[in-house]
């Protein structure tokens, strides 16, 4: 890990497709790594540090399919060689994401980092 990285949970990646609110816009973007804290967004969609993001992901589990929405804001924006965005960094808010939807995720990520 960088020095310069602020992660607290493990991340483990992922093939998902997220429905996701940049700001005001919606998208549909790839998600490649999830942890409890946070997640990475593969999208093309400007947006700015802070800007809020409400993303709705369905999880596989065991006995089928969990859906949940996780709440939180851009982190850091990863930018191509010519400054297009390639890629959101999101943080999770917790006070703004349900318990089921915090304990979907925490099941989830402890699963697969488990396996």
Same mark, same amino acid.
């Given at each position: 890990?960088?020095?310069?990285?602020?992660r607290?949970? +493990?991340r483990? $990646?992922?093939?998902?497709? =997220?429905?996701?609110?940049i700001?005001?816009?919606?998208?549909? #973007?790839?998600?490649?790594?999830?942890s409890?804290? !946070?997640?990475?967004?593969?999208?093309?969609?400007p947006?700015?540090?802070?800007? +809020?993001?409400?993303? =709705?992901?369905?999880? +596989? $589990?065991? #006995? !089928?399919?969990?859906?949940?929405?996780?709440?939180?804001?851009?982190?850091?924006?990863?930018?191509? =060689?010519?400054?297009?965005?390639?890629?959101?960094?999101?943080?999770?808010? !917790?006070? #703004?994401i349900?318990?089921s939807?915090?304990e979907t995720l925490?099941?989830?990520?402890?699963a697969? $980092?488990a $396996?």
């Open positions: 890990m960088r020095q310069s990285e602020k607290v949970f +493990p483990v $990646a992922v093939t998902l497709t =997220a429905h996701c609110r700001g005001n816009r919606f998208v549909r #973007d790839a998600v490649v790594d999830l409890e804290g !946070g997640l990475y967004l593969k999208t093309r969609e947006a700015r540090e802070g800007t +809020p993001v409400r993303v =709705a992901i369905a999880l +596989p $589990a065991l #006995d !089928g399919v969990r859906f949940c929405t996780l709440v939180g804001s851009v982190a850091r924006v990863d930018r191509d =060689a010519k400054g297009s965005a390639k890629g959101l960094g999101v943080s999770f808010s !917790g006070q #703004d349900t318990l939807d915090r925490t099941g989830f990520v402890r697969r $980092a $396996a």
